[in-house]
């Protein structure tokens, strides 16, 4: 019986996380997206950075930004990373995916599948959720 009673206490631990609350998702979410962000940038910065001075739109290094929640801004418990504006965008996307006249080098896609990036992500996100499933079984 003792089997039975650890199992039952721990799925009263974590039945509260099958319906994990939005504003618990989009902490979990924005852990990984804070990390992701830091690596995009790096990233940008290492292979676009360029010398020319745009006095209106800057670099695309420093415009990457994490945004909790949909593209639109609603809070739906995820997160996102990319440029904070269309221009930066539109030219990241043109060096990622290529054109006629310019190589694709496919950073973005690289870093997304990158194994490390997406271990340091996921610790980042875990680290949140251990801490949810902690005092989940401590109020229990």
């Known amino acids: 019986m003792e089997l039975d009673d650890e199992i039952n206490k721990w799925y009263k631990s974590v039945e509260s996380l099958v319906n ?3 504003e ?5 979410t924005a ?3 804070k990390v992701f962000e830091e690596k995009l940038t790096n990233e940008t910065s290492s292979k676009h950075r360029s010398s020319h001075k745009d006095k209106v739109y800057g670099h695309a290094a ?3 930004t994490m945004q909790s929640g949909d593209v639109d801004g609603t809070k739906i418990g995820v997160a996102s990373v990319g440029w904070d ?3 930066h965008a539109m030219n990241m996307q ?3 995916d ?3 006249k310019i190589k694709a ?3 973005v896609e690289n870093l997304r599948k990158n194994e490390a990036v997406i271990g340091e992500v996921t610790a980042a996100e875990a680290a949140i959720y251990v801490a949810k499933v902690k005092k989940a079984e401590a109020d229990s």
């Open 20 to 22: 994990i609350p939005t």
């Open 105 to 107: 080098d496919h950073f």
């Open 98 to 100: 290529g054109t006629k």
């Open 94 to 96: 043109r060096l990622n």
């Open 85 to 87: 504006n269309s221009y």
């Open 31 to 33: 852990a990984g997206a």
């Open 62 to 64: 420093d415009h990457v």
């Open 24 to 28: 618990e998702k989009a902490a979990i």
